[in-house]
Each structure stands twice: as C-alpha cells, then as structure tokens.
T-cell receptor, first 109, second 114 residues
Framework: QKEVEQDPGPLSVPEGAIVSLNCTYS??????FMWYRQYSRKGPELLMY????GNKEDGRFTAQVDKSSKYISLFIRDSQPSDSATYLC?????????FGTGTSLTVIP | KAGVTQTPRYLIKTRGQQVTLSCSPISGHRSVSWYQQTPGQGLQFLFE???????NKGNFPGRFSGRQFSNSRSEMNVSTLELGDSALYLC?????????????FGNGTRLTVT
C-alpha cells in the first residue's frame, strides 16, 4: 500500500464548475499538507500549505484536511481553462515529503 | 526573487555513461532536495541536503549521488546510466529542512537514456 493515494483521473469539467480533488494517506504521523499544481513541461508549483485539520481558503482554492479520516481535499471554485494541469498532494512525516501520483484536470471552455 | 534554476533542461545520454545535473536554489534557501518523476511512480525522493550535509536519502541505488556547496547550490550525479533512469529530475529548495518549510521546485531536467 502506498503512503499516499490519489486518483489519477483524468478529470474533465466545464468552465465554471467546482472541482474536488482528493488524497488519502495511511500514516497518522503525517503533519503538514500541501497541494501543488504542475503544468506540462514545468515543475510543481506550491498552491496551498496547511498544518491543522479544517479548511484554508486562498482565492478560488480551498484546502481541507481531515486528520481523523486521513483525508485531504482541494476545491477549486469557478474553474478556468488555465486551471488545466496535474494536481499533486504532498505531506510530511517527520523526515521526508511524500507525494501523490497526481490528478490530471482539464477545464473545457 | 528568482526561482529554483535547474540546468540543463534536457539531456540525452547513452547507457553506461554518467551525468551531472545542477540546481541553484532560491536565494536564502539552505535546503535542497532532489526527486525523480516518472509517469508510473510519480515523485520519488532521492536525497536532501542542508548546509552541505546529506540529511536524508531515498531508496535509490548508490549510482545516484549528490552534493551541496557552501553557496547552497547542489549537483546530482548518476553513474552507469540505465534505460530506467529516463525521467524528469526535479530539484526543490526550502528555507530550512522540515515539514514547516514547504518545497519550491525548479522546472526539472529531462533525462533520456538510449
């Protein structure tokens, strides 16, 4: 079993839709949680960073962490074609970061 | 502020050769980590350097090595290249080592081994 599980998609939505991206993890020692966006031929770009359970909002993006269920989510409101990318979740477990394999998202104009 | 810079962007090598990849972190960042990204495995951790010392190492063979210089710049070396080493190699920097200091990535070096 992988440390972090993420549905690879692909996910295709119409412009303006609300997108929900999710990761589950198995190690309760995971402490810090991040979401990255990766465009084709580019490196991952940090989108959201959070520590505690609950919600954190930044513009159209909301990161949600549920430590009791070992589940994190990223919500994108009013999705735009420019949001088309691969989204990676990441978390820290005391000595290294673990990454999900990424969910490919396409927003159709 | 300039981001993480990786050179070269693309490399084509032959099996058995060796290769050196370079990474310049964000100014002020003292930790540099290296990852291998492949379609099937995602991001796999290679190693992390902080203040010129290797802090942690992933499950890769000894053919993969790295080092960090006093100005925090880092290099990664792969010897005796194999076809399976073809991947995107990503360097990431952070202020310090630890989960409370998120990673900032460069755009990677695409290595193709023929």
């Amino acid at each position: 079993q992988k440390e972090v599980e993420q549905d690879p998609g692909p996910l295709s939505v119409p412009e303006g839709a609300i997108v929900s991206l999710n990761c589950t993890y198995s190690n309760s020692a995971f402490q810090y949680f991040m979401w990255y966006r990766q465009y084709s031929r580019k490196g991952p770009e940090l989108l959201m960073y959070t520590y505690s359970s609950g919600n954190k909002e930044d513009g159209r993006f909301t990161a949600q962490v549920d430590k009791s269920s070992k589940y994190i989510s990223l919500f994108i409101r009013d999705s735009q074609p420019s949001d088309s990318a691969t989204y990676l979740c990441a978390m820290w477990t005391g000595n290294q970061f673990y990454f999900g394999t990424g969910t490919s998202l396409t927003v159709i104009p | 502020k300039a981001g993480v810079t990786q050179t070269p962007r693309y490399l084509i090598k032959t099996r058995g050769q060796q290769v050196t990849l370079s990474c310049s972190p964000i100014s002020g960042h003292r930790s540099v980590s290296w990852y291998q990204q492949t379609p099937g495995q995602g991001l796999q951790f290679l190693f992390e350097y902080f203040s010129e010392t290797q802090r942690n190492k992933g499950n890769f063979p000894g053919r993969f090595s790295g080092r960090q210089f006093s100005n925090s710049r880092s290099e990664m070396n792969v010897s005796t290249l194999e076809l399976g080493d073809s991947a995107l190699y990503l360097c990431a920097s952070s202020l310090v080592s630890g989960g409370n200091s998120p990673l900032h990535f460069g755009n990677g070096t695409r290595l193709t081994v023929t």
